[in-house]
């Protein structure tokens, strides 16, 4: 993320943003909520007659489609332009067909920010992993996916932190 988007990254612009996005709205797919400091978002894909499959459940890339930039955007509005935030990797789990409106939460705890912090404070790579649930309407599982992110300082900030460094030295 850039100086310039950094000043406007808020939740309710980036919400407004993915609603609107093309790919979300095609499939159904709404952000109902995102938490002021980006920890935590909740996701809805509603069941629509273009978005069923050929067994009339939730088409999977529809589901697979609804977690995609989630960590990363969060990350990215908690770490801010410090950081290169991007998809690595990810792979999905279907358990059971999806006959419903189906829900998703995303959280980024304590725990897990802190390791990424430590991990990253020498301009190492970090490449944490996520799991989300998706539910349907029932609260039950149809799909588990998981998610490899790559974080890293940006060049000008590891500097920073190495000359800070050596000075407390």
Request: proline share 4%; aromatic share 14%; glycine share 4%.
């Amino acid at each position: 993320m850039d100086r310039r988007l950094a000043k406007i990254y808020k939740p309710k612009y980036v919400k407004f943003a993915l609603n609107i996005w093309p790919p979300f709205w095609g499939a159904g797919i709404k952000i109902t909520e995102i938490s002021d400091d980006f920890r935590s978002v909740k996701v809805r894909l509603k069941l629509k007659w273009w978005n069923k499959n050929a067994n009339r459940s939730q088409f999977g890339g529809s589901i697979f489609a609804m977690t995609d930039p989630i960590y990363s955007l969060m990350l990215m509005g908690i770490l801010r332009e410090q950081y290169f935030v991007w998809d690595k990797e990810a792979s999905i789990d279907f358990i059971k067909p999806g006959f419903s409106d189906l829900n998703a939460e995303f959280i980024v705890s304590q725990d897990m920010l802190d390791s990424i912090l430590n991990s990253t404070a020498t301009g190492d790579k970090c490449f944490p992993e996520f799991i989300t649930h998706i539910h349907n309407k029932h609260g039950e599982v149809v799909a588990t996916i998981q998610r490899k992110l790559y974080i890293r300082k940006k060049p000008k900030y590891r500097a920073e932190t190495e000359n800070n460094t050596s000075l407390q030295v």
